[in-house]
C-alpha cells in the first residue's frame, strides 16, 4: 500500500515527523508500506533544500504544477 501525502515544499519538519512517527512503519502482516510526499513547484532556497531531502529519503513525488492546495 502506497500513501500519498500531499504538502506544501517548505513543511520539511512536518514530513520529519511522519517519517519518525507512523511513516516509518515499512511491514505489517505481511503486507509492504510506502509513503510518498507529493509537492509542487518551488524556488531558491525551498527547492534546494527540497533536492537534498529527496536525495536523503527518496520519498519526494514532485510535480509541476502549483505548490498549493486550491
Keep these: 500500500m502506497v500513501h500519498f501525502i500531499k504538502t506544501a515544499a517548505g ?5 520529519e515527523f511522519l517519517r519518525r512517527t507512523w511513516g516509518s512503519v515499512r511491514f505489517v502482516a505481511g503486507g509492504r508500506f510506502a509513503t ?4 509542487g513547484n518551488s524556488e531558491g532556497n525551498v527547492q534546494r533544500i527540497l533536492r537534498d531531502e529527496h536525495e536523503r529519503y527518496n520519498d519526494i513525488l514532485q510535480y509541476d504544477g502549483p505548490d498549493d492546495y486550491g
Aim: charged share 20%; hydrophobic share 65%; no cysteine.
Design 11 to 15: 513543511n520539511f519538519l512536518r514530513r
Design 36 to 39: 510518498v510526499f507529493v509537492v
